[in-house]
Nanobody, 123 residues
Framework: QVQLVESGGGLVQAGGSLRLSCAAS????????MGWFRQAPGKARENVAA???????YYAPSVKGRFTISRDSAKDTMYLQMNSLKPEDTAVYYC?????????????????WGQGTQVTVSS
């Protein structure tokens, strides 16, 4: 059974930092595309960042320059380093994986999802 497990969420003040982790089990995502999504209350889920199977990275304009997506292939774990956090970054953050190397920002193209981790940024 494929599992993606997020960790690292929490409460932080504006301007602070958090690092989210997404550990995979059940299948390897080392050469697969993965992404981070978030969903705030009353809003649609949106892509935050994505990484291809060969390491190409994509960022939503709202987080570019503040967030960094990365992966540790040896651990089959993906990360999202979030700096200069803003109250509008408050959301449940989800990691997602797909069986191909090409990344996408469309959530329906990811068949594998984690359970989500809450990030709350206070002003």
């Amino acid at each position: 059974q494929v599992q993606l497990v997020e960790s690292g969420g929490g409460l932080v003040q504006a301007g602070g930092s958090l690092r989210l982790s997404c550990a995979a089990s059940g299948r390897t995502f080392r050469r697969s595309a993965m992404g981070w999504f978030r969903q705030a209350p009353g809003k649609a889920r949106e892509n935050v960042a994505a990484i291809s199977g060969i390491g190409d990275k994509y960022y939503a304009p709202s987080v570019k320059g503040r967030f960094t997506i990365s992966r540790d292939s040896a651990k089959d774990t993906m990360y999202l380093q979030m700096n200069s956090l803003k109250p509008e970054d408050t959301a449940v953050y989800y990691c997602a994986g797909r069986p191909t190397a090409a990344p996408t920002i469309r959530d329906y193209e990811y068949p594998y999802w984690g359970q989500g981790t809450q990030v709350t940024v206070s002003s």
